[in-house]
């Protein structure tokens, strides 16, 4: 972190208030993404040019995330409840704004504007499934995203999970908080199965489908300690390609829930609420079991395509 706390605070509480300066900008930081600060009036002057309807929506979540965001600049993530929260600021907050825009653009219906609660999941499943999967990553840089509710289970330090000696306790561990993030699936399924325009529909089922079979990939695998884990290529652009329609997903969850349960060991920490939650999954994709399911449509090829590399790149390299 190259800005100080005593700077970042005050700029965090009024980033909002940004949107509508046309020359602010921040020349002092030193991470990989400070063109966005750098180059922010190009940015706001895009965000001026929008409609008012849609300034409301962009301008009360980012003053919502950028007030989150101080909780959690000192503090570390202690319950799971906390995990929660701070999910909430820096990827919930982004669900419900979309779907905010999406309602206001007319591409969707209001109710999908207005339940906070699946927009939400939507992006806590997203981000729960980035910050278990950067486990190492993270830890070697010095940022500890798992709630210590979490892993005080398991070990004294966090960090002491990369070590060989403590790596049945690690799994373990691993797979309490991948079963706490499959929660948010039954409330993924619901919001997904709200959405009318096929657009809308695409963008936001690809992650959601990526991030179960991230989980499924992630599930007991002790790699997750001594390296990166990440779905294949291959795989990711037949997700993609796949990820057209709610019948395809409900197939494509219930692969990856029977991958997960085939993983479940009885002497495990969490197995029996992973296997309830995983038979949930399996109850509510009643597609599961429909291979001719698991196709796109040459339409939904010819536009998923084109969205492949992109989204691929995304979801390997960005992490909130």
């Known amino acids: 972190m190259t800005i100080s706390v005593q700077e970042k605070v005050p700029m965090l509480k009024q980033f909002h208030t940004f949107l509508y300066a046309p020359q602010w900008n921040y020349m002092n930081s030193k991470e990989k993404d400070k063109a966005v600060l750098e180059e922010f009036p190009t940015i706001s002057a895009e965000f001026r040019a929008l409609k008012q309807k849609y300034q409301e929506v962009i301008s009360d979540i980012t003053c919502k995330m950028g ?21 909430h600021y820096v ?3 982004v669900g419900i704004g979309l779907s905010q825009l999406f309602s206001a653009s007319g591409l969707e219906s209001e109710v999908v504007g207005r339940n906070q609660r699946l927009s939400n999941s939507m992006g806590l499943f997203l981000q729960k499934t980035n910050i278990i999967r950067d486990y190492l990553e993270d830890t070697l840089q010095g940022r500890e995203f798992w709630p210590r509710e979490g ?18 306790k690690a799994v373990q561990c691993l797979n309490h908080l991948i079963t706490n993030a499959l929660q948010h699936i039954p409330d993924v399924l619901e919001y997904l199965s709200r ?11 690809i992650p959601q489908t990526m991030a179960i079979a991230t989980l499924a990939l992630c599930y007991n695998n002790p790699s997750v300690f001594t390296g990166v884990v990440k779905i294949r290529k291959g795989q990711a652009v037949d997700l993609i390609m796949q990820s057209t329609n709610m019948a395809s997903v409900e197939t494509i969850f219930a692969h990856f829930a029977e991958e997960i349960a085939a993983k479940i060991s009885v002497f495990d920490y969490s197995s029996q609420e992973t ?9 509510l994709c009643p597609h599961g079991n429909n291979p001719s399911s698991h196709r796109a449509s040459l339409v939904g090829v010819v536009t998923i395509a084109s969205l492949s590399a992109v989204l691929y790149a995304y979801w390997n390299n960005y992490h909130l």
């Open 67 to 87: 007030n989150g965001m101080c909780v959690f600049l000192q503090d570390e993530v202690v319950t799971m409840a906390q995990w929660d929260e701070y999910c």
């Open 91 to 93: 990827a919930g907050l």
């Open 151 to 168: 892993w005080s289970k398991f070990g004294e330090k966090l960090t002491d999970f990369q070590q060989p000696e403590n790596r049945d």
């Open 195 to 205: 959405i009318r325009n096929q657009s809308v529909f695409n963008f936001c089922a």
């Open 275 to 283: 296997s309830v939650i995983i038979n949930k999954v399996k109850k």
